[in-house]
Nanobody
Framework: EVRLVESGGGLVQPGGSLRLSCEASGFTFHNHAMSWVRQAPGKGLEWVSDIYRNDDTHYAESTEGRFTISRDNAKNTLYLQMASLKSEDTAVYYC??????????????WGQGTQVTVSS
């Protein structure tokens, strides 16, 4: 059974940092591209970042330079290091798996999400 379990969310002040984790199980983690997607209150899903099987990384314009995606294949874990957080980063953050080593075919499994709230 494929499982994706996010953790690391919480309340942080503007300008602060957080690191999200997504522990994966039930599949060969290093074979798949992985992504972070968020949903702000009252809004739709927004792609944040992804990392391919070959470790190529990509970022949404709104997060580039502030967020860093990484993966530890030995630990089957995906990370999102977030810095210089803004109120508009407030959202539920989901990790998502792609069926292949790139994200061209979309996502086939999602985690349950972790809440990030940026507020003073």
């Amino acid at each position: 059974e494929v499982r994706l379990v996010e953790s690391g969310g919480g309340l942080v002040q503007p300008g602060g940092s957080l690191r999200l984790s997504c522990e994966a199980s039930g599949f060969t983690f290093h074979n798949h591209a992985m992504s972070w997607v968020r949903q702000a209150p009252g809004k739709g899903l927004e792609w944040v970042s992804d990392i391919y099987r070959n470790d190529d990384t990509h970022y949404a314009e709104s997060t580039e330079g502030r967020f860093t995606i990484s993966r530890d294949n030995a630990k089957n874990t995906l990370y999102l290091q977030m810095a210089s957080l803004k109120s508009e980063d407030t959202a539920v953050y989901y990790c998502a798996r792609s069926p292949e080593g790139v994200t061209d075919t979309g996502f086939d499994y999602w985690g349950q999400g972790t809440q990030v709230t940026v507020s003073s």
